[in-house]
């Protein structure tokens, strides 16, 4: 799975539960969210306020757990 801001959250978080962690430290709380199986990872990010930049460190590091992860 290719990760970028364009991603789809819901299935992000159903393919890589790994990830989880990392959109709660960006107050992201993302699981529970009905909005997650049609937001992207940035349309999700500007809802709770995050800048261009948060969200281009928050997809590195998603990127860096599912590299650990495989």
């Known amino acids: ?4 801001k364009n991603t789809n959250l819901g299935e992000l978080i159903k393919e890589h539960p790994e990830t989880v962690e990392i959109f ?8 529970g969210c009905v909005a997650s199986a049609y937001d992207t990872i940035e349309q999700g990010a500007k809802v709770h306020g995050l800048s261009d930049e948060d969200i281009e460190e928050m997809v590195q590091r998603l990127k860096e757990v599912i590299r650990y992860k495989e």
């Not at 799975?1 to 970028?4: G, K, R, S, V």
């Not at 430290?25 to 699981?31: A, I, L, R, S």
């Open 1 to 4: 799975m290719n990760i970028d």
């Open 24 to 31: 709660m430290d960006y107050g992201m709380h993302c699981v």
